[in-house]
T-cell receptor, first 112, second 111 residues
């Protein structure tokens, strides 16, 4: 079974802090994705990556950056956390484009 | 960028009844996928139907795809309390680009 793990289930940070959310997949998938999920807005794509050191902006990249130094790991970085970044963050991976996505359990981030 | 849109937004049924959720999308697709999300958890893939398929089954799940109407439906037969979750459809916006998810249908199955 594909396993996607996220570094934290719950995280509380202060405004202005730098926040790292880590995601690791164990199935040698090419593609990895970061979404945020907010009530009434569904899942929105922040960034995705098709290969190591490759990144593409999704629908809402502002305020975020990503890093993919190794194939299995995709990090989401909030350079200076703000209260409007309080949300559920979901990481996913897929073998190829348009293919089934496998999700991690999510990180619920609260920025105070 | 909105692609898939589920209907209804919320559905409440009794255990043992069938639940039907619909998804409409806007552009031509290669495939359409359905996912389930239990409260506060990640999404779990349920089924993928390709554009050249009209119907697909997996256990108690039945998915149909009508490309002429740009719509899909997910039927859960003989529902159980454990089916209580949100259900999302997802399609690539074009070609094989990243999936775009709808806002989901919240299903409540009452025992």
């Amino acid at each position: 079974d594909v396993k996607v793990t996220q570094s934290s289930r719950y995280l509380v940070k202060r405004t202005g802090e730098k926040v790292f959310l880590e995601c690791v997949q164990d199935m040698d998938h090419e593609n990895m994705f970061w979404y945020r999920q907010d009530p009434g807005l569904g899942l929105r794509l922040i960034y995705f990556s098709y290969d190591v050191k490759m990144k593409e902006k999704g629908d809402i990249p502002e305020g975020y950056s990503v890093s993919r130094e190794k194939k299995e790991r995709f990090s989401l970085i909030l350079e200076s956390a703000s209260t409007n970044q309080t949300s559920m963050y979901l990481c996913a991976s897929s073998l190829s484009d348009g293919d089934t996505q496998y999700f991690g359990p999510g990180t619920r981030l609260l920025v105070l | 960028s909105q692609q898939g849109e589920e209907d209804p937004q919320a559905l409440s049924i009794q255990e043992g009844e069938n639940a039907t959720m619909n998804c409409s999308y806007k552009t031509s697709i290669n495939n359409l996928q359905w996912y389930r999300q239990n409260s506060g958890r990640g999404l779990v893939h349920l089924i993928l139907i390709r554009s050249n398929e009209r119907e697909k089954h997996s256990g108690r799940l039945r998915v149909t795809l009508d490309t002429s109407k740009k719509s899909s439906s997910l039927l859960i037969t003989a529902s159980r309390a454990a089916d209580t979750a949100s259900y999302f459809c997802a399609t690539p916006l074009s070609g094989n680009t990243p999936l775009v998810f709808g806002k989901g249908t919240r299903l409540s199955v009452i025992a």
